[in-house]
T-cell receptor, first 111, second 114 residues
């Protein structure tokens, strides 16, 4: 499984765009990049998944450069309710192994 | 479609007791994974079941066990509880194929060991 590195914590303000970058230098050819969001005392929630270039859904965008050694989760115009822990995971879509969550990035949105 | 449900939501036990937690996956999902989450260790994988068979296992002692029934419902059991077992226990289910990275988590069971 590819190892991922994310900032431990980030602060931002309401209305701002937040970008959280994840490094995954040893990503394999068949690996996908998946992001989860977790609110306190709740289970994580799948946000977005991508393989290359850009993926966008109603919640976020995921930017993946050509070398795929990093990825950036972009949250547009955040609100206080976006305060959560965000996890970056890397692995094959058709996985054979368990899913490992790292420490994630604790995002704190300020008023 | 109903989400993943876990029962009970809260539980208080004393050291040495045993506990059984239950998880009902989303209808049609055949993969169920269990995680333990504590402030110090984060989200740690316990085990995964697929079609009643344990497919993957994390690094937890044998006091932690699980099983899956033919209807995909799963239970996990912790015997001889220790104070350090106090945690939020999360269950997650995956699609029919069970190999996707998109997992659907339940609300968790908050276990307190006194």
């Amino acid at each position: 499984l590819a190892k991922t590195t994310q900032p431990i914590s980030m602060d931002s303000y309401e209305g701002q765009e937040v970008n959280i970058t994840c490094s995954h230098n040893n990503i394999a050819t068949n690996d996908y990049i998946t992001w989860y969001q977790q609110f306190p005392s709740q289970g994580p929630r799948f946000i977005i998944q991508g393989y290359k270039t850009k993926v966008t859904n109603e919640v976020a965008s995921l930017f993946i450069p050509a070398d795929r050694k990093s990825s950036t989760l972009s949250l547009p115009r955040v609100s206080l309710s976006d305060t959560a822990v965000y996890y970056c995971l890397v692995g094959p879509r058709n996985r054979d192994d368990k899913i490992i969550f790292g420490k994630g990035t604790r995002l704190h949105i300020l008023p | 479609k109903a989400g993943v449900t876990q029962t009970p939501r809260y539980l208080i036990k004393t050291r040495g007791q045993q506990v059984t937690l239950s998880c009902s996956p989303i209808s049609g999902h055949r993969s169920v994974s269990w995680y333990q989450q504590t402030p110090g260790q984060g989200l740690q994988f316990l085990f995964e079941y697929f079609s009643e068979t344990q497919r993957n296992k994390g690094n937890f002692p044998g006091r932690f066990s699980g099983r899956q029934f033919s209807n995909s419902r799963s239970e996990m059991n912790v015997s001889t509880l220790e104070l350090g077992d106090s945690a939020l226990y999360l269950c997650a289910s995956s699609s029919v194929g069970g190999r996707d990275y998109e997992q659907f988590f339940g609300p968790g069971t908050r276990l307190t060991v006194l």
